[in-house]
């Protein structure tokens, strides 16, 4: 220790007020949040490309869009992982066929559980004691909590990372923001609702404002063809995603219609199925990768 070290030392050891004590903790924790963000660099330049999934308003099937997207992904041979940091409400592990999954750790890590089609999976659910319980926590910890998620789970190589974010702007979107400064932008899902459509505006501006592109827009629930008589019923409205994509200048990547079989494929886990299938659901979701891969370059 430098002579400057240990008279600084000796000073704080004799000072009882209360405010150095504080600043000390605080410069304390600012070195763990730097170290931390150290070690989450390290494991995020293993991964080309990082999306977030954002949506203005539940419902409109923004978990049903990540995982189609990540299973379409991982059928189409990339390295997937996806995480959800639905904190309150975490359906991936559901839609991915690996609800009662449970995380684990080799010591040093936190193992990604494995979905049937390869998609490498974290969520909060994968730690709940049982399935019904709440979690109820503040702002701070959510953010450590998603910094764990980022910095402790052994992702490994990837092409894509998925990020399934809750509803709105809240405290989930921004502490993933915050720690992943070089993510490739944001995935905006909507229905072609009025009033989806206004509540989507807001994420759009969110993610302008937090420096993060918006990669596109994607209009789900989008008209439903009836299997009886092939009469299409525009039961959300249409075309709303696409004029608000194009009022807001950015890109719009496709729509994904109402598909009852979405519905039962990912209440049973059972997307990869889905996805290879040749409805109107499943044919979509594989245009919207295609689109998604001019767009990043990756085709
Ligand atoms: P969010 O994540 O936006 O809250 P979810 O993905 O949980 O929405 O979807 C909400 C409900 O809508 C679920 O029951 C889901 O199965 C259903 N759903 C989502 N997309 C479609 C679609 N294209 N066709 C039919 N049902 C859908």
Not at 93 to 107: F, I, N, W
Not at 233 to 257: C, H, K, N, T, W
């Amino acid at each position: 220790m430098s002579e400057n070290e240990k008279q600084k030392e000796s000073a704080c050891n004799s000072c009882s007020s209360e405010s150095c004590g504080a600043k000390t903790q605080r410069k304390d924790e600012a070195d763990q949040d730097y170290l931390d963000r150290q070690a989450l660099a390290q494991r995020m330049c293993k991964i080309d490309h990082k999306l977030f999934v954002l949506s203005g308003k539940g419902g409109v099937g923004k978990s049903s869009v990540a995982a189609g997207l990540a299973v379409a992904l991982a059928s189409s041979g990339k390295r997937v992982g996806l995480l959800d940091i639905d904190l309150h409400g975490p359906s991936i592990p559901r839609l991915m066929g690996v609800r009662d999954a449970r995380a684990e750790t080799d010591g040093e890590s936190i193992i990604p559980v494995k979905s049937p089609e390869g998609v490498s999976v974290m969520s909060v659910g994968f730690m709940l004691q049982g399935k019904d319980d709440a979690v109820i926590w503040r702002g701070p910890l959510k953010y450590s909590v998603i910094k764990q998620f980022l910095k402790d789970v052994n992702w490994g190589d990837l092409d894509y990372l998925i990020i399934d974010s809750p509803p709105g702007t809240g405290d989930e979107p921004l502490s993933v923001a915050q720690l992943i400064e070089d993510a490739d932008g944001a995935l905006i899902i909507t229905t072609p609702q009025a009033v989806a459509i206004s509540d989507v505006r807001k994420s759009i501006d969110f993610a302008r404002r937090v420096n993060l592109p918006v990669l596109g827009v994607i209009e789900n629930m989008s008209g439903f063809v009836c299997p009886e008589c092939g009469k299409r019923s525009d039961v959300f409205g249409a075309g709303g995603g696409e004029d608000m994509a194009s009022d807001m200048g950015v890109p719009f990547l496709g729509r994904i219609p109402i598909d009852p079989t979405l519905v039962t494929s990912g209440d049973a886990g059972g997307l990869r199925a889905y996805i290879s299938g040749d409805t109107a659901g499943a044919k979509s979701f594989r245009a919207v990768v295609d689109e998604l891969a001019k767009i990043l370059g990756s085709a």
